[in-house]
């Protein structure tokens, strides 16, 4: 999870939340519950399992998603993370502070057992979703203070883009990294993790705005296309690796063409 100090070009258009408040909020408190169950039923060793993440095993995975949910349970903490993130940033000359962010939340977990970061994560489960629920609509249409490096561009994001959608998509997919860092299989359905595929797939087609066939497959896969293309097939759940950055768990599959379109997660 690294990031190159370099400038980037920046795009212009902001990234708004494709759905609404309340269902985005649903979404997010299964993800949280499904997230609690994994943590729930690790054996002791599969703790120290390394994650395609760069440096971090799946108890360092975990301590960042804890501090994340932390971090959006209650303003004073956000602003405490945020503040930190952002000035280790400028020292370390970065474009942006997500890094820095991510760092100091496993380095704040660091020393918990595997036990405490399970109470940790089931105690602040609701607290997060309730955090994430209050922000104001107004708030929500805000720009972020921060650009956001995607696919080597800056980009602005609305505070509703990142409270409804990348909030939720960070446990989910680092969900599926203690999955395949450990073995086990996920809990996949049509009507969460399909719902999360589903939106991952149509802001990947916006943001490379050109024909496609995609047809996933699995419990939250489905037949995507606009235009004539030639069909792009494999699992839903590898997609989603494939364009956040990561290896396909299942399949040797390489991204070229319209799979190397990033999709921040």
Not at 101 to 111: E, I, P, S, Y
Not at 248 to 259: D, I, M, N, R
Request: hydrophobic residues 40%; contains cysteine; charged residues 25%.
């Amino acid at each position: 999870m690294t990031t190159t100090r370099t400038t980037a070009p920046s795009r212009s258009t902001r990234r708004v939340a494709p759905i609404d408040h309340d269902p985005a909020m649903r979404l997010a408190a299964t993800e949280y519950e499904r997230g609690g169950e994994l943590l729930a039923g690790l054996a002791p060793e599969q703790w120290a399992a390394p994650t395609v993440n760069t440096g971090w095993d799946v108890r360092a995975t975990v301590g960042h998603m804890v501090g994340m949910m932390d971090m959006v349970s209650g303003v004073p903490r956000l602003i405490r993370q945020q503040v930190a993130a952002m000035r280790a940033a400028r020292r370390a000359g970065a474009p942006t502070s997500i890094d820095e962010l991510t760092a100091l939340q496993v380095r704040l977990n660091a020393g918990l057992t595997a036990a405490d970061l399970v109470a940790r994560y089931r105690a602040l489960a609701p607290k997060a979703v309730r955090g994430r629920r209050r922000v104001p609509g107004l708030v929500r249409r805000r720009t972020l203070p921060e650009r956001q490096l995607v696919d080597g561009q800056l980009e602005w994001w609305t505070i509703g883009y990142l409270v409804d959608i990348i909030l939720t998509r960070d446990p989910f997919m680092h969900r599926l990294d203690i999955h395949a860092a450990t073995g086990l299989p996920p809990r996949i359905t049509a009507e969460h993790e399909g719902r999360i595929v589903d939106q991952v797939v149509r802001e990947w087609a916006d943001r490379h705005g050109r024909p496609y066939t995609l047809d996933l497959t699995g419990p939250a896969g489905g037949h995507w296309s606009s235009g004539d293309a030639e069909p792009i097939s494999l699992d839903a759940l590898d997609f989603c690796r494939i364009v956040s950055g990561r290896p396909a768990a299942t399949t040797a599959v390489e991204p070229t063409g319209l799979l190397t379109t990033a999709v921040p997660f």
